[in-house]
């Protein structure tokens, strides 16, 4: 396997910036013209990440001071554990820049260019560059770092893929069933870990595990007057944008499902090497990282408002679909004109063709819950805590206009969550819906574990929808808005509201191709009349 093919990363060149101009650029990625970060790691908010397990598995590792003399100047970045595959590394072997930079995205202790969770606990391995390995080594070593920290790992960050040439089945295409990709898949629900995955970029790139349903995949943005509020030109385009059929399923999941579920900054990004020296990178592996690492901060939030036994919080904080929902809904689409009535956001995300979310077949079509290039829209840290803080609020009595929740559903019922306060009239409503895909281990020798040589049995996904209707409305006939993809592990809506009124969220379990209990996340943000 050649690093050529498997790592996501473009324009890596070393740089001869002050440390001042590095700051300042550094401040633009994480700071309020990027994901807006730095504010939660200062009073009073204090998040760093502190004692929230993350993970990363590369073809390669970061080095680890004391073990590895490729840092034995650079102590910016503390590690938790480093690993080959699912067993101890070896010291010198495996240590890669690369590597190294996505860590010092997620947990850099170095105070010109902290990581965005400087306090988390980074667990990694490398799966190897040796070209008998491939997909069962790299679910080997996933499975081994969701395992790490006592099995309580939040996120694990992958900036890295497979190009579908290397896998084995086929004529294989991108229809989800790619081993890595069911590792996934599995990983995510048995292990309760979400996973960011680098999207896809340019074409022959890395494809798999892109395909997956229930982590979330990452694309970059860069700077325009200062501020990361476009898709950057790098990232492969959508299918809308005129696929050849040569393309589609190759590049591109396999019919209208859509890759891309959130963009964060990825261009031109200031990092430490393992020398200590600085580096200029561009890539989407630098903008997965992001989201992992965002993860730690909002689960330090979560775990202290358990602890301080908070009402409106449980341990249901933890799940990964939560996490999920949370970022998603949370995400900037079309900035606000501080009025409110677009819930805050700071930016206006735009696409390739300069055209934003209300331009898109994902605003304007119920059955596209996500845009083929900004997913739900671009990471705001911030807002992500702001969507979590609000707490969790059960269907049994009204809701406030902001929260969260995770609950079940049967085949057939539907769960109504009503808003305690009528909306405003053209305020705008955010509504995300997450669930997983089912997806079984063949497990051969009963040890619940994977191992090389087993496989997994795709059960496929649930369908559930999602509307917005009048508050004394029994049925979705006369829905406000509605997300009803057939094909998608997450629904969507984000539209203005007609006409001021009581209104409630409507989610419904339409098919079922699996079990008949689907437990899901939701998340909402509302403009209320005060």
């Known amino acids: ?35 807006d970060a730095l504010k939660l790691h200062q009073a009073p908010y204090n998040l760093i990440g502190r004692k929230i397990a993350i993970g990363q598995v590369e073809i390669g590792r970061p080095g680890m001071f004391g073990w590895d003399k490729a840092v034995s100047k650079n102590r910016a970045i503390s590690l938790a554990g480093v690993f080959l595959r699912n067993g101890p590394a070896k010291s010198n072997s495996g240590v890669d820049p690369h590597a190294y930079n996505v860590a ?23 799966v ?48 989800g069933n790619a081993l890595l990709t069911l590792c996934v898949d599995w990983s995510s629900r048995v292990h309760d870990v979400l996973y960011a995955i680098a999207g896809n970029q340019g074409k022959g790139g890395i494809p798999i595990p892109t395909d997956n349903f229930n982590g979330m995949n990452v694309a970059f ?30 590049e591109f999941n396999l019919g209208s499902r859509r890759a891309i579920s959130l963009v964060a900054p990825g261009n ?19 903008a997965a990282p992001q989201v992992t690492a965002t993860v730690a901060l909002l689960q330090e939030f979560a775990d202290r408002q358990i602890r301080t036994k908070q009402p409106h919080w449980s341990i249901d904080s ?27 956001m700071s930016r206006t995300l735009i696409d390739k063709q300069n055209q934003n979310w209300l331009d898109s077949d994902a605003y304007k079509d119920p059955k596209i819950p996500l845009d083929a290039q900004m997913g739900a829209g671009h990471l705001n840290t911030f807002r992500a805590y702001q969507q979590l803080s609000a707490g969790q609020w059960q269907p049994s009595a009204m809701v406030p206009a902001i929260g969260w929740d995770y609950h079940k559903v049967d085949v057939g019922a539907s769960v109504d969550y009503v808003l305690a306060k009528p909306l405003k009239q053209g305020g705008f409503v955010a509504v995300t819906l997450s669930w997983d895909r089912l997806v079984e281990l063949n497990d051969k020798n009963k040890n619940q574990q994977y191992d090389v040589g087993e496989n997994f049995r795709d059960r496929g996904l ?69």
């Open 221 to 250: 943005s860069s700077r325009r007057g200062g501020v990361f509020n476009k898709v950057d030109v790098a990232n492969l385009a959508g299918a809308n944008q005129g696929v050849s059929g040569r393309l589609a399923g190759r």
């Open 318 to 344: 933890r799940h990964h679909q939560v996490m999920k929902a949370v970022l998603l809904n949370s995400a900037d689409k079309i900035q606000d004109s501080g009025d409110g009535l677009r819930l805050g």
């Open 1 to 35: 396997m050649t690093k050529k093919l498997t790592w996501i990363i473009w324009g890596l060149s070393a740089s001869c910036l002050s440390a001042p101009v590095i700051a300042s650029a550094l401040e633009s990625a994480l700071g309020t013209n990027g994901i």
């Open 268 to 286: 031109n990004i200031p990092l430490l090497n393992p020398d200590g020296k600085l580096n200029k990178v561009t890539g989407t592996s630098f």
């Open 462 to 530: 649930n369908n559930l929808d999602l509307y917005l209707v009048k508050a004394d409305a029994q049925s979705d006939a006369g829905a406000i808005c509605s997300s009803i993809s057939q094909i998608d592990s997450v629904e969507h809506i984000f539209c203005p509201i007609p006409a001021t009124g009581n209104y409630k969220i409507r989610v419904q379990f339409r098919q079922k191709l699996n079990e008949a209990t689907q437990s899901y996340s939701l998340a909402w943000w509302s403009v209320p009349i005060n």
């Open 128 to 175: 190897g560059s040796t070209k008998s390995m491939g997909q069962p080594e790299e679910c080997l070593s996933a499975q081994h770092i969701a395992l790490q920290n006592g099995g309580n790992v939040r996120a694990i960050n992958f900036s890295f893929g497979e190009p579908l040439s290397r896998d084995p089945r086929p004529e294989a295409i991108l229809d």
């Open 104 to 126: 010092g995205v997620m947990v850099s202790q170095d105070k010109a260019l902290p990581g965005i969770a400087p306090g988390a606990r980074l667990y990694s391995s490398a």
